[in-house]
């Protein structure tokens, strides 16, 4: 199993760091190249540079009022999700519809279904975990 991990290119867990602009703020985010190229992936979708991907996602964030504190954080989880969403068969990610014109309430409520679905399947008890 781990060979399959252990194996990988080096270079997609090697970190990049890239400066841009958030409304107008100079910035910089550090993230595994992994997770810069599924940005650009994520940001061709809707014809969108990467930096302007991560604007729109800030600015959004912050519009839904959420803690945007470790933002990094919030950009690798958009990408896992993105991934998910793929694997899950809800969005192909050869597709080239831009995501913002998917109807995400159906999308979402589906994300959430199967995502208690996991977790009610692979609990195990606390002494197996440890």
């Not at 992936?41 to 504190?69: F, M, P």
């Not at 959430?112 to 399947?121: F, I």
Request: hydrophobic share 35%; net charge negative.
């Amino acid at each position: 199993m781990c060979q399959l991990f252990i194996d990988a290119d080096s270079e997609l867990w090697s970190s990049k760091t890239r400066s841009l602009r958030i409304d107008g703020m100079a910035t910089s985010i550090r993230l595994e190249q992994f997770f810069w190229d599924l940005l650009e992936e994520i940001a061709l979708r809707d014809d969108l540079s990467v930096g302007q991907l991560i604007t729109r996602l800030y600015l959004e964030s912050l519009d839904a009022d959420h803690d945007v504190g470790n933002f990094t954080s919030f950009l690798r989880v958009c990408c896992s999700r993105y991934l998910s969403l793929a694997a899950d068969g809800a969005l192909n990610r050869n597709d080239s519809q831009p995501l913002n014109q998917l109807d995400a309430p159906p999308l979402l409520a589906g994300e959430n279904q199967r995502t208690q679905q996991r977790r009610s399947s692979h609990s195990l008890p606390r002494n197996k975990l440890q």
